[in-house]
């Protein structure tokens, strides 16, 4: 259920509140009175119910700065809202790469937990301390909008810390247990460039898939952009790596990140939060980052995935990855700073049905 308000009548929604009934990971034991803040491990984290049947708590996944909803709107957005994006009188939809998709939303920042989040949606249960998994991942694809570059890890570097490993380890089938299949996990490469060595935690992690930013330019002179157009003052220069997203080499030296989509900059749906009654602000928003570029190859990845299923192939996150990579477009750029390219769905499909002899690189 979502807790939504239209303030004027008008059909369209004027403030949400989250949805309710999400489950609750109380990693600071507020529900069982036994408050902490010297130990955030997840193992020591209980998972409540999203609706608590003595009536004590309920759960609410709600997004007060709007990343997560533009994330998700990148890959699932049904393009039914049209909106005013240029301020004229011509309205616009927003449909994202994969709208037939479905999405678990997790909260792995910001009371959140990273581990314990990739874990469940893996298909883990924690059960007393321990993670059994379940015989099923209650996800294809974990998509991460984050990334941290200048992270003051002193005991490894990115590649070689725990988030890391353990990306890598729950994109590898049978690594926990014989019946697990492995799980897609797509990141964004990170906003720290140009230089190189920049890709940062977990994003460097060798088996997972690191995205980096491309340029679109529909945004010339718009918003923020106002009179201080970038990318050559013009629409027509688009699919350049831009300056901020983060090169590779990985630590151990691998080219990152793998592969590049837009994120300079996109329109996308955003969460639903006027101010003011007689606000004019409409639900949408100029989004960008390597956190745009990832959920557009996860979108992308999904695709792929039913693809692969309408052929009766077998799919598993290495076999995701290398078609995604083989079938990239080369943007002639170096391999630590675009991986193997753009990002092209069609290719991917092509290769899934047999078309134009293309093959993958292992």
Known sequence: EFLLYDYDDDEINDYSAGTLGAQVLDIYGVMNNSSRIDSLDPL??????????????????????????????????????????????????????????????????????????????????????????????????ISNSWGVSTFPSFNAS?????????LSVLVTPHSLDDDYPGVTIVSSAGNSGPGYGTIGLPTASPYGISVGATTNNVFVGYGAFKDQPRFGNTTSYYNDVVDFSSRGPGVIGDPKPDLMSIGAYGFTPSNVLKPEKDSRDESFSLFGGTSMSAPIVSGSAAILIEGMKKQSQDIDPFTIKNILMSTATDLKNDPFTQGSGLVDISLALDYVNGKDGLFIVY
Request: no cysteine; aromatic share 12%.
């Open 44 to 141: 020591d984290s209980v998972l409540l119910p999203g609706l608590d049947k003595s009536g004590n708590f309920f759960g609410l996944m709600t997004d007060f700065m709007g990343h997560g909803t533009a994330s998700t709107a990148s890959i699932v957005s049904s393009g039914k809202q049209m909106y005013h994006i240029y301020n004229n009188t011509k309205t616009y939809s927003i449909t994202g790469v994969a709208p037939d998709a479905k999405i678990i939303p997790v909260k792995a920042l910001w009371l959140g937990d990273t581990i314990y989040g990739w874990l469940w949606a893996a298909g883990f249960d924690n059960e007393r301390h321990d993670w059994k998994f379940s015989g099923n991942t209650r996800v294809d694809i």
């Open 158 to 166: 990115p590649g070689m810390d725990i988030l890391s490993l353990i």
